[in-house]
């Protein structure tokens, strides 16, 4: 069981070096890949100022289940910054979203300001579009009303574009909408033969 001594708490995202409270550690996943097991924690703070790097606590004990805090060696300022970089890398998303041929105009005009947010957000969004009972039997009309909401997201916004087809599985109509930048070319696989 890991015993404490009596220091202040971190501010920071993870304890860091002297921040660590605890005794004994069980040390990680270091530079050779190698597991080091449970040790006290001057020797793998003694490790840690040879390889010139950080000791970070990533996961503080458990007293229930009797757990060390799991520590690792590494460059926490090299980690910091991983971390703030890991959100710009991650752009489109797909979001997705159902509706039903007889929805209600509120409920209808409540979907479509979400979708047009998320499309804001330049995220990619799946929208389905679902027969019950006899409306498999009226498809046409079905696929006129994902004609109608493209349309009706197109009329406010000219950047709203339909990627792909509106494809029928079993008994929904799906089709993908994305916002496409001012900046980039829509006709860019269709170039005119000169």
């Not at 079905?142 to 349309?151: D, F, R, S, T, W």
């Given at each position: 069981m890991a015993?404490?001594?009596n220091k202040k708490k971190p501010s920071s995202l993870y304890l860091i070096n002297e921040q660590i409270p605890f005794v004994e550690v069980l040390l990680v996943g270091n530079s050779t890949g190698q597991e080091n097991g449970i040790i006290s924690k001057e020797k793998a703070l003694k490790k840690a100022q040879e390889q010139r790097k950080d000791l970070v606590c990533f996961r503080l004990p458990d007293p229930s289940k009797e757990t060390l805090a799991v520590c690792k060696i590494i460059d926490y300022q090299k980690y910091l910054y991983e971390l703030k970089k890991k959100p710009k890398t991650q752009k489109n998303v797909l979001k997705k979203i159902e509706l039903t041929y007889r929805i209600g105009e509120k409920d209808e005009k409540t979907k479509i300001e979400k979708i047009k947010k998320w499309l804001e957000n330049n995220h990619q969004v799946k929208v389905s579009l679902k027969m019950v009972g006899r409306e498999r039997?009226?498809?046409d009309l079905?696929?006129?009303?994902?004609?109608?909401?493209?349309?009706?997201?197109q009329l406010q916004s000219k950047e709203i574009k339909l990627q792909g087809k509106i494809k029928l599985q079993g008994k929904i109509y799906n089709f993908?909408?994305?916002k496409v930048s001012k900046n980039t070319n829509?006709?860019?696989n269709n170039q005119p033969v000169s």
């Open positions: 015993k404490l001594n039997e009226h498809k079905v696929l006129e009303k994902c004609k109608n909401i493209i349309a009706n997201l993908l909408l994305q829509i006709y860019a």
